[in-house]
């Protein structure tokens, strides 16, 4: 564009003669001109390419008051909360706000006929936006005009599914558990991967079940109408064959979660995903206390940065953690043949 327009203002004046010199002169300042402005532009692509692949921080979902209390003073934008007792939710978007951070709130997992109401009571706390179980609370968001995230459990494998969440507004949509490392690989180029939100650390929720041990092993009662709700007293694990000890957890309604013991971690696709355009990543905690909510956001932080590599952090976790930590679903596929 620069000799363009010099050598028009030399065409608007022919009648000028042009020494040699000042030809020369012309054409070494047009190359000097064109450098600095190749330089500028090589700066701000650089800049700019920076800026697309510079992951936002990791979004934290927590499961207790005190997770909430540590996190809200990290760097980030956003938490997401899953609690067991909804009326903490209160405490936790004022937390939130003194913060400045941006709050999603759960409502229960399963929604049956005649318990809308707990959607709406969850809704009237005051947080940014729900984080949407099941097409019930996806259909309240869009008559209330409330944002929402889609969260694991609307199950989304394929670009479809995505999409039409997308289309129905939800502002991310949470990558379903069941894909593997390959299959997220896909799902992400075959939709806008701005739209997606990627679970990278997490124990694994292994099955979500309407009988509730608590009421059946820690109360004389029946059902939440007389059992005195011990899950709100009680820490209980199950134990498997092998010995591992996997945290149940009730809900408002009191259905059960059995979640992994061994936490899953993503750690060693996060840099592909992030060069892909996934819009966000997410860590959910279970029983961390606040300090360790705390190293676990600060590892996968230092991840996004590039001051660990996946394998660094992999390997970081499964030092912490008494129990190990597995890849899980994450992990590359292996040759089945390998072993011969």
Same mark, same amino acid.
């Given at each position: 564009?620069?000799?363009?327009?010099?050598?028009?203002?030399?065409?608007?004046?022919?009648?000028?003669?042009?020494?040699?010199?000042?030809?020369?002169?012309?054409?070494?300042?047009?190359?000097?001109?064109?450098?600095?402005?190749?330089?500028?532009?090589?700066?701000?692509?650089?800049?700019?390419?920076?800026?697309?692949?510079?992951?936002?921080?990791?979004?934290?979902?927590?499961?207790?008051?005190?997770?909430?209390?540590?996190?809200?003073?990290?760097?980030?934008?956003?938490?997401?909360?899953?609690?067991?007792?909804?009326?903490?939710?209160?405490?936790?978007?004022?937390?939130?706000?003194?913060?400045?951070?941006?709050?999603?709130?759960?409502?229960?997992?399963?929604?049956?006929?005649?318990?809308?109401?707990?959607?709406?009571?969850?809704?009237?706390?005051?947080?940014?936006?729900?984080?949407?179980?099941?097409?019930?609370?996806?259909?309240?968001?869009?008559?209330?005009?409330?944002?929402?995230?889609?969260?694991?459990?609307?199950?989304?494998?394929?670009? &479809?599914?995505?999409?039409?969440? =997308? !289309?129905?507004?939800?502002? /991310?949509? +949470?990558?379903?558990?069941? @894909?593997?490392?390959?299959?997220?690989?896909?799902?992400?180029?075959?939709?806008?991967?701005?739209?997606?939100?990627?679970?990278?650390?997490?124990?694994?929720?292994?099955?979500?079940?309407?009988?509730?041990?608590?009421?059946?092993?820690?109360?004389?009662?029946?059902?939440?109408?007389?059992?005195?709700?011990?899950?709100?007293?009680?820490?209980?694990?199950?134990?498997?064959?092998?010995?591992?000890?996997?945290?149940?957890?009730?809900?408002?309604?009191?259905?059960?979660?059995?979640?992994?013991?061994?936490?899953?971690?993503?750690?060693?696709?996060?840099?592909?995903?992030?060069?892909?355009?996934?819009?966000?990543?997410?860590?959910? &905690?279970?029983?961390?206390?606040? =300090? !360790?909510?705390?190293?676990? /956001?600060? +590892?996968?932080?230092?991840? @996004?940065?590039?001051?660990?590599?996946?394998?660094?952090?992999?390997?970081?976790?499964?030092?912490?953690?008494?129990?190990?930590?597995?890849?899980?679903?994450?992990?590359?596929?292996?040759?089945?043949?390998?072993?011969?």
């Amino acid at each position: 564009m620069l000799s363009e327009t010099a050598a028009a203002d030399v065409a608007a004046r022919p009648d000028r003669p042009i020494r040699t010199g000042s030809l020369q002169r012309l054409r070494d300042g047009l190359r000097h001109r064109v450098a600095v402005v190749a330089d500028d532009a090589t700066e701000a692509t650089a800049g700019q390419t920076g800026a697309s692949v510079e992951p936002n921080a990791p979004v934290v979902g927590c499961r207790t008051l005190e997770q909430v209390a540590a996190i809200v003073e990290q760097p980030g934008d956003e938490i997401e909360c899953d609690f067991q007792d909804m009326r903490e939710y209160r405490e936790a978007v004022k937390l939130a706000d003194a913060g400045g951070k941006r709050l999603w709130i759960a409502p229960p997992r399963i929604m049956k006929p005649g318990e809308g109401s707990l959607t709406t009571k969850i809704a009237k706390y005051g947080a940014h936006g729900l984080l949407a179980r099941n097409l019930f609370h996806v259909a309240f968001c869009r008559r209330e005009g409330i944002p929402f995230l889609a969260d694991f459990s609307l199950n989304a494998t394929n670009e &479809l599914t995505v999409d039409w969440l =997308a !289309e129905q507004g939800a502002t /991310r949509v +949470t990558t379903s558990f069941d @894909l593997d490392r390959d299959q997220l690989r896909r799902l992400v180029e075959r939709t806008d991967p701005s739209r997606l939100e990627v679970v990278i650390h997490q124990h694994m929720p292994m099955f979500h079940m309407e009988h509730c041990v608590f009421c059946a092993l820690l109360s004389p009662g029946h059902d939440k109408t007389d059992c005195g709700r011990p899950c709100d007293r009680h820490v209980v694990h199950l134990r498997d064959r092998i010995g591992m000890e996997h945290r149940l957890k009730a809900d408002v309604g009191c259905r059960n979660t059995l979640f992994n013991a061994v936490p899953q971690s993503g750690a060693e696709v996060v840099h592909d995903l992030v060069r892909r355009g996934v819009g966000r990543l997410r860590i959910d &905690l279970l029983d961390e206390s606040p =300090a !360790e909510a705390i190293r676990v /956001r600060e +590892t996968y932080a230092r991840l @996004l940065a590039g001051e660990l590599t996946g394998t660094e952090v992999w390997q970081r976790l499964k030092a912490a953690n008494r129990v190990g930590v597995t890849r899980g679903t994450l992990e590359a596929r292996r040759d089945p043949l390998a072993i011969l």
